[in-house]
């Protein structure tokens, strides 16, 4: 089989790569004349988008493209280019153009109105197939060579001869869903470098066993602070106890900062957790004394039920030494202060992240230095193209990397159909 554009992967890269290549060539010839074919080893597309936002599919984030580079830290300057190129109001201004309406929710994360991921994805497949896209699902790519004209995709049952490829098989993040890792191999057999991949956006392991009595508890809104070779880093947001640590949007964000670092048993890595970011130590003690006074014959872990849910209060003031049974007006000033403290700075020591499995995304992958940020080419392999999270980049939740898998999946389709 022969064609012009062959893409590795339907995952949200893969399939704007692919809508944008046939929209490219068709917007300077009147007919997507360039043959765009998409080889995915699952039955159906985007089958880790689904998975998305909780099933929701928090696919942007309400903020420009600058904002969005800076998110990614270093790697925002890479992405910068296509940020600008294809943004995130361009991105709902399409969904919106294909029928899908869209929300922002206070945070700034955007889902589509119906609230189902499973509406994203359908508009994709439907927006690329009336593109003249074509879909080969079920075929596991094994190879991917090169010759002087052509590219030679090696599949279980035939060879593809295609004039450009743009992998876009994701990361080792989610395996079951697809990601197994193979767009790492193919860029390393056609030159290219692969920078470590490791899990990021995934529960914390603490060396604490104490989280685990609180399995399931969540936390609405606080603030976690560590220092990383002498810099401070400070995340915020919901928090949720695990059976072996913590998790939840703010432990997310974190794990990304960590994951270079870990796994540490021997000098882990100290954390606090500010349980009231909202509010000074003083305001505090204040409540909580004014709490004692109102209902002093009440338990100490009664009193603080009130501030916490109450299995987090029982086992927190079995942490603090502090007898949970006791009334609320037996309770010493010292006590109270330590009380105080703690919750404003409760220290937990992180050892490692959870299997890379379980992570949301992954950190490391194809080194952006040998790729051409303003058409995603590869700088070693002419006429090869890279999108999405198979790239050595990774943002914090709340949208950002299904908006880089957007972007770099724009440039890479219109780039490699211009270049033909």
């Not at 039955?43 to 904002?67: I, M, V, W, Y």
């Not at 991921?117 to 991917?144: E, N, P, Q, T, W």
């Not at 790239?391 to 770099?408: A, E, F, H, K, R």
Request: charged content about 25%.
């Amino acid at each position: 089989m022969r064609t012009n554009v062959c893409i590795i992967g339907a995952g949200p890269a893969g399939l704007m790569s692919a809508i944008h290549c046939a929209r490219a060539n068709a917007d300077t010839t009147g007919s997507p004349q360039v043959e765009t074919i998409v080889i995915e080893n699952n039955t159906t597309a985007g089958r880790k988008l689904l998975q998305s936002g909780g099933g929701r599919c928090n696919f942007t984030h309400s903020a420009g493209p600058d904002e969005i580079a800076r998110a990614f830290g270093p790697k925002g300057r890479f992405l910068s280019y296509s940020l600008h190129e294809f943004s995130p109001e361009q991105v709902r201004q399409l969904f919106r153009k294909w029928g899908l309406e869209s929300k922002v929710e206070q945070d700034g994360c955007v889902f589509p109105i119906t609230g189902r991921a499973g509406d994203v994805r359908d508009v994709l497949i439907k927006r690329a197939k009336s593109c003249g896209v074509r879909f080969c699902f079920g075929k596991a790519v094994k190879r991917v060579l090169r010759d002087e004209n052509f590219f030679a995709i090696h599949t279980g049952t035939e060879i593809i001869s295609a004039k450009k490829v743009i992998i876009a098989t994701g990361g080792l993040s989610w395996p079951q869903t697809g990601s197994t890792g193979d767009g790492y191999r193919f860029a390393q057999e056609l030159g290219h470098s692969v920078i470590n991949p490791r899990a990021s956006l995934v529960p914390l392991v603490t060396r604490e066993s104490w989280p685990g009595e609180l399995a399931g508890t969540s936390l609405k809104d606080v603030k976690i602070s560590t220092v990383i070779r002498g810099r401070k880093v400070v995340v915020c947001g919901p928090m949720i106890f695990t059976n072996d640590g913590i998790a939840g949007p703010a432990v997310l964000d974190l794990s990304r900062l960590l994951t270079d670092y870990l796994p540490n048993e021997k000098s882990p890595i100290k954390i606090y957790v500010d349980v009231f970011r909202g509010m000074s130590e003083a305001e505090l003690d204040k409540q909580i004394r004014e709490r004692i006074v109102e209902s002093p014959k009440k338990t100490v872990a009664g009193n603080l039920a009130f501030f916490l849910p109450r299995r987090a209060a029982m086992t927190l003031c079995e942490e603090f030494n502090i007898d949970a049974g006791l009334s609320g007006s037996k309770l010493k000033k010292d006590e109270r202060k330590k009380i105080v403290r703690h919750l404003k700075a409760l220290p937990l020591s992180v050892v490692s992240t959870r299997s890379i499995n379980e992570a949301t995304v992954t950190r490391g992958g194809v080194s952006t230095v040998e790729i051409e940020p303003k058409t995603i080419e590869s700088k070693i392999c002419p006429g090869l193209f890279f999108a999405g999270e198979v790239l050595d980049v990774d943002g914090p939740c709340g949208g950002y990397n299904l908006q880089m898998c957007w972007s770099t999946g724009a440039i890479a389709g219109r780039c490699s159909s211009k270049k033909l």
